[in-house]
């Protein structure tokens, strides 16, 4: 990242933070909101959020490094994330899942990532392919993804 990107990057975390900074709960609204704009939270975005919301960079690193949807690194291609809840599962999650990580193997364009329920249990099997909800998810469906066609 070039230094002038850098400060783009800061700049624009910065008034992410102050915009959220007098709500409820701020920290994970922020920390949604950078995932959204840059696809993952860079360590550098930590102590800008630290210091905007009076907290230490452990607290929110804490925060960041708790849940497994907030990635620190870019990503580095495709993201398939599948729902293995109990109501996926009961509509074939587990097959679409193992589908997936065999077609990806070990293709460094696609990430294959588990979840728990995206609240999409009636639409089941669910998922999120790079960040899109998708319900009644087929064998087609993924594999197109993984391939990278569309569906
Ligand atoms: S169990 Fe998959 S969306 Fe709820």
Same mark, same amino acid.
């Given at each position: 990242m070039s230094t002038t990107q850098h400060s783009e990057r800061a *700049?624009?975390? !910065?008034? #992410?933070?102050?915009?959220?900074?007098?709500?409820?709960? /701020? &920290? &994970?609204l922020i920390l949604h909101e950078v #995932? *959204?704009?840059f696809g993952y939270i860079d360590a550098t975005d930590i102590p800008i959020i630290a210091?905007? %919301?009076n907290l230490s960079t452990a607290e929110v690193h804490g925060v960041v490094s708790f849940y497994? *949807?907030?990635?620190?690194? /870019?990503p580095s291609g495709r993201v398939l994330a599948l729902c293995r809840g109990e109501a996926c599962q009961a509509v074939g999650a587990e097959d679409l899942f193992t589908t997936a990580r065999r077609l990806s193997g070990s293709r460094a364009d696609v990430e294959?990532?588990?979840?728990? !329920? &995206? =609240?999409? !249990?009636? &639409? =089941?099997?669910? @998922? #999120?392919? *790079? @960040?899109?909800?998708? =319900?009644? %998810?087929t064998a087609d469906v993924v594999t197109a993804a993984v391939e990278g066609k569309p569906s």
């Open positions: *700049d624009l975390v !910065c008034a #992410m933070a102050a915009a959220h900074a007098d709500e409820r709960g /701020p &920290l &994970l #995932m *959204d704009e210091d905007v %919301l497994h *949807d907030f990635r620190t690194t /870019p294959v990532r588990q979840i728990f !329920c &995206l =609240g999409n !249990c009636a &639409l =089941g099997p669910s @998922g #999120m392919i *790079d @960040g899109v909800l998708q =319900g009644r %998810l």
